[in-house]
């Protein structure tokens, strides 16, 4: 895999509201569409949330996901990974539910409880669409995104030894890599390890890029070379950090779940346009796009027959 990049491209997401941007996908059709046209622009990995059909709020419905995953899995071969994380206002079993249904070859895995802030983003004008909307983000203040070691010994025992599925491993912070050092220890996880640094989010490690040098140093120093890392980074601190990454050796994740722009005050209109544009970085800096047959090789992913949609 040197100088190959693993693009990750996150749909929808559930942070983001329908108020925030006219192009964020929400209906089942949405969603497919623009996973398969970031797929056909590089994407080799699909991360991917579901809304309610009928307002665009978070769902961890499986029958929600069940209207877009076959869709997408008959379109394209990219690497389907369905997120656990859903929403930091959803309970485990919530979140894992939509997972545990379509036991994909990969799927995310937060490391670590956290304050998970989106209520700052209430400071600036909005008409808002839905009553639900300004309401969740104040949600974000008083609650905790909760992921403790019970709920991450679950999630490797259910979906990772019960279904075959690997993981992306979302570190928010530093102390997050050392709890998936602690877990790789004990025996929970083995094989070469995906790591997402998350940079960014409001109750997370910041984005700048001595973070990132720092959380690759620390990680250097757990897992040697036996893990691949991607970055992804809030907002406009996108394209900058994720550019950083690839020079750095990493992978990168792209995507309306991440970011609504592409440059500078500029709606990103698909999911594909991020994918372009990250390309073209990618071209400038002589590294070559993964297709998802390395992916899944470099990965050690169960392949996509072995799914349940």
Not at 47 to 58: I, Q, S, V, W, Y
Not at 201 to 212: R, Y
Request: aromatic share 8%.
């Amino acid at each position: 895999m040197r100088n190959k990049v693993i693009i990750t491209c996150a749909v929808t997401g559930s942070v983001h509201t329908p108020a925030m941007s006219p192009y964020l996908p929400v209906t089942p059709d949405e969603i497919a569409a623009e996973a398969i046209a970031a797929a056909e622009a590089g994407a080799a990995i699909l991360h991917l949330h579901a809304r309610d059909p009928k307002d665009g709020r978070p769902s961890a419905d499986p029958a929600v996901f069940r209207q877009f995953l076959p869709q997408i899995r008959e379109a394209t071969d990219a690497v389907v990974n369905i997120s656990t994380g859903g929403s930091s206002l959803m309970a485990l079993e919530a979140r894992l539910a939509p997972a545990l249904d379509a036991q994909p070859e990969m799927a995310s895995f937060n490391m670590g409880s956290m304050n998970f802030a989106l209520f700052p983003v209430l400071d600036k004008p909005a008409e808002w669409k839905h009553a639900w909307e300004p309401q969740l983000l104040e949600a974000t203040r008083g609650t905790i995104f909760k992921n403790t070691f019970e709920d991450m010994e679950f999630i490797l025992d259910r979906l990772g030894r019960g279904c075959g599925t690997r993981f992306e491993f979302e570190c928010y912070d530093v102390g997050h890599l050392y709890s998936l050092a602690h877990l790789r220890d004990r025996g929970l996880i083995s094989g070469r390890l995906f790591i997402q640094f998350v940079f960014g989010v409001l109750g997370g490690i910041g984005a700048d890029p001595e973070n990132l040098t720092h959380m690759k140093r620390i990680a250097d120093k757990l897992f040697g070379a036996d893990y691949s890392f991607s970055v992804l980074a809030a907002g406009r601190h996108q394209m900058p950090m994720i550019t950083m990454a690839a020079a750095m050796g990493g992978h990168v994740r792209v995507g309306l779940e991440d970011s609504l722009y592409s440059g500078r005050g500029r709606l990103a209109r698909s999911n594909a346009e991020q994918v372009a544009r990250i390309r073209t970085v990618l071209d400038a800096l002589s590294l070559e796009v993964a297709t998802p047959a390395e992916a899944r090789a470099h990965l050690g992913l169960k392949g996509a027959d072995a799914v349940a949609f």
